[in-house]
Nanobody
Framework: EVRLVESGGGLVQAGGSLRLSCAAS????????TAWFRQAPGKEREGLLC????????LLTDSLEGRFTLSSDNAKHTVYLQMNDLKPEDTAVYYC?????????????????WGQGTQVTVSS
């Protein structure tokens, strides 16, 4: 069974940083992509970054301005999202997802397994 558990969300002031973690189990990182998404109130879910076995880290959006980075520790089966210079518009529920072994901006949400999400709130 694929299981993804996010942690590290919280309340931060604008300009601050947070690191989210996604503890994964039930699959091999050689066979799945792991990605970070977010969903703000009233908006569609937005893909942010993904890491695939063959292509490494890829952007799923052009809106991050280099402020977010994805890293992984395969020994710990954990993927991280480092978020710097946070802005109020980054406020959202952040989700970790596991999907087909390639990064694509066109994949539908149904193509992924999802974690429960972690809330990030950025105050101005």
């Amino acid at each position: 069974e694929v299981r993804l558990v996010e942690s590290g969300g919280g309340l931060v002031q604008a300009g601050g940083s947070l690191r989210l973690s996604c503890a994964a189990s039930g699959f091999s990182h050689d066979d799945y992509t792991t990605a970070w998404f977010r969903q703000a109130p009233g908006k569609e879910r937005e893909g942010l970054l993904c890491i695939s076995p063959s292509d490494g880290v890829k952007l799923l959006t052009d809106s991050l301005e280099g402020r977010f980075t994805l890293s992984s520790d395969n020994a710990k089966h954990t993927v991280y999202l480092q978020m710097n210079d946070l802005k109020p518009e980054d406020t959202a529920v952040y989700y970790c997802a596991a999907g087909p072994p390639y990064c694509s901006r066109q994949l539908a949400p149904a193509a992924y397994y999802w974690g429960q999400g972690t809330q990030v709130t950025v105050s101005s």
